[in-house]
């Protein structure tokens, strides 16, 4: 059973100030590990868990789930309006797009390079990538996801790679705050992926 989605936009003081309830938090990633019926389900898991985890930061706010372009030609699994808080994350720019991969397989480079022409298309200068099992092993596949990664960032578009072991380990607020930052730097580092 997989904890209740947050109604949709998600964010404001209330949350902004709210402490991280840790243990609501075990619950979501517990549900984004369970069997799924459908591949949508699961990635709706992920999805749910990050409408409620991300809006801890202040300044954030989950805006638009599972948008399609007027073409349908993609769909954009999260957006989040960054109020730019002074203790939130004031460098981001307002629109932070969101793509959730909650595969049993890893994460592709084609994953990657579709994911950075989403947020190319869309004008979006900061993008989250949550592969539930990270970016593949394939040391080739890997070295071009890497390059990708590099690239968008060199043309100011920042993705950071998040796991699900990562969100998995969040304590707090701060804690959630500092991956962030420790993605942000690492990306401009070129430090590789997890």
């Known amino acids: 059973m997989s904890p209740l989605r947050v109604p949709i936009p998600y ?4 949350t902004w100030t709210q402490p991280l309830d840790t243990t609501l938090l075990t619950e979501y990633v517990a549900a984004c590990k369970e069997q799924a019926r459908t591949t949508k389900e699961k990635g709706d898991r992920l999805e749910s868990l990050l409408c409620w985890l991300l ?10 789930v599972n948008q399609f372009s007027a ?7 999260m957006l989040i309006w960054n109020e730019r808080h002074p203790t939130g994350f004031p460098s981001f720019r307002e629109k932070i797009m969101v793509e959730c991969k909650n595969w049993i397989r890893k994460v592709d480079s084609s994953d990657v390079a579709w994911f950075d022409w989403k947020m190319r298309l869309g004008g979006v200068t900061e993008g989250l990538l949550v592969a539930a099992n990270g970016i593949t092993g394939d040391s080739s596949r890997r070295h071009d996801a890497e390059s990708i990664l590099a690239h968008a960032n060199a043309e100011q578009r920042r ?4 796991t699900l072991e990562e969100i998995g380990a969040i304590t707090s607020r701060y804690n959630l705050r500092e991956l962030l930052i420790e993605k942000v730097m690492g990306l401009s580092a070129r430090a590789g992926l997890p």
């Open 11 to 14: 964010g404001d003081d209330a």
């Open 55 to 64: 809006p801890h930061i202040p300044g954030f706010r989950a805006h638009t």
């Open 71 to 77: 073409d349908h030609s993609q769909e954009i699994d």
């Open 159 to 162: 993705i950071l790679v998040i």
